[in-house]
């Protein structure tokens, strides 16, 4: 079906309780949600809607777009005030905007930025779970922190990539990657202190980041070294993807820079 208009919009999202963004049999999704809630305030005519990108189950997102096609013209801040109040208190839309019909949000040229929120030794209070993971364990953030940045530049990820499919492309970008102590994401409930890593890219392979930061974990544990994350990203590597993956829950998007 030909819709006449389409509108971009950005929203937050908390994906502790979701098991992802792509629709699923059998499971609670977040892209089902916006469909059921939108299904309640467009009553006339069908829609389509279209996700920026896939989320891993429980991963959240402090910025995320979605692209809406539909046949309804419609007053952004009315719209988005029936939105907010028909969605569940998980999710937050923040805007949204009139784009061309031809406008392709999945082929659309954007940088993303991901954070994963750690913290490590003594265990962390429980309402911290949805947003923070905990190493119980010593880590060498010093150590770390050189790792993060052996990442960044133009790499083979095939270690960092579950089951990829015949024309996934290994070879990726990123702009960069640091850890850093958190002082974005703060509650009374929080760890006295607690880190970022922060990654930005064009596009990331399945699991990539999580990959990426149980390899640095290890490396603050004392278990790899630095030279195994600079062999691990030669295009001569073992092409095996790497075994230990961190929890999902300490992942969030954070922004996305999209190019209309």
Known sequence: MKYSVSYLIYLQFLGFRFSGWQKQKNAKTLHEIIDKTLSFILLEGDYKTIGVGRTDAKVSANGYYFQLFTNSILEPELFLKSLNSNFPADFRAISMQNVDRKFNIINADKIKEYHYYFSFGEENHPFAAPFIVNVNTDLNIDLMKKGAKLFEGEHYFHKYCTKPSENTVFKRVIHSCEIVEN????????????????????????????????????????DLSLEFIEASLKEDNDRKSLRNIAPASGLQLYTIDLQL
Do not use: H
Not at 187 to 208: D, M, T, W
């Open 183 to 222: 002082d974005v994401l703060l509650a009374n409930f929080f760890p006295e202190k607690s880190y970022i890593l922060k990654v930005k890219g064009k596009g990331f392979l399945r699991y990539q980041i999580r990959l990426m930061i149980a390899t640095l974990f290890e490396l603050g544990k004392g």
